[in-house]
């Protein structure tokens, strides 16, 4: 991935990712995992090489099935995103009122993923009265909400303390035992160290390492 400005930001990654996994991204800021996380999305083309999801290449879904594809995937930015003049509820609701919920359906799912992550009391507070770790939640939240097969979360613990930190992993790893994909980039140690999943270390854009059972640091197991 070269960016319009010149920026390599990736160089011959080559990732495969089975469904049912949980794999962590790790690496220094600016080796590359937004911009993985944001091709993943369909955000920009790679400049060269492809990406296959569900089986298909997504540079070639037609401009009618990519609202489809972004369906089947609930994504947590690295900067939230949120809609900041609606409540928390609303925020999560719309979520499943783009894809065509009924109001039922809404009505029990979003208190159901505010629960998850435990802002069942902040449902009718606007994003910018919470601080920082609770917005995150939204936005985890609204991630969740639709249950799609893949859930991708850029530095989702950022902002978090070690116990909220574990919760919103918790939340993650429980989803993933059901059978969603999780592809979660990371800066936390505790974290990675703690779960002991597959790791892709990326470093200037290259991969590094990709091991399985990894720890946040190459111990050489
Ligand atoms: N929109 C953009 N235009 C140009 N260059 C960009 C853009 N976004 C990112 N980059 C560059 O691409 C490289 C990778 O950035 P990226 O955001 O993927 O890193 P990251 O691993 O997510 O870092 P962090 O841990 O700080 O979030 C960096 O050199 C960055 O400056
Ligand atoms: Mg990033």
Do not use: W
Not at 52 to 72: H, K
Not at 90 to 118: H, T, Y
């Amino acid at each position: 991935m070269v960016y319009p400005n010149g920026v390599k930001a990736l160089d011959r990654v080559n990732i495969n990712i089975d469904r049912g996994e949980f794999v962590f991204m790790v690496g220094e800021s600016g080796a590359g995992k937004s911009t993985i996380i944001k091709l993943l999305c369909r955000e920009f083309l790679p400049s060269s090489g492809s990406i296959r999801m569900f089986g298909r290449d997504i540079a070639r879904f037609r401009r009618r099935e990519v609202p489809m594809l972004r369906r089947s995937i609930g994504v947590v930015f690295q900067d939230f995103r949120l809609l900041t003049n609606r409540t928390v509820y609303d925020n999560v609701a719309f979520a499943l009122q783009v894809i065509g919920a009924s109001s039922r359906e809404i009505r029990k799912r979003v208190p159901d993923a505010l629960e998850m992550v435990g802002l069942t009391e902040k449902a009718h507070m606007k994003p910018l009265e919470l601080s920082g770790g609770q917005q995150q939640r939204v936005c985890l939240a609204r991630a969740i909400v639709n249950q799609p097969l893949l859930i991708i979360a850029d530095e989702p613990t950022g902002n978090l303390d070690p116990k909220t930190s574990l919760g919103i992993i918790d939340t993650l790893r429980s989803i993933n035992i059901r059978g969603t994909t999780v592809v979660m980039a990371t800066h936390d140690k505790e974290v990675v160290d703690q779960m002991r999943q597959r790791v892709i270390a990326l470093h200037a854009g290259q991969v590094i390492r990709d091991q399985r059972g990894g720890a946040y640091t190459y111990h050489g197991v």
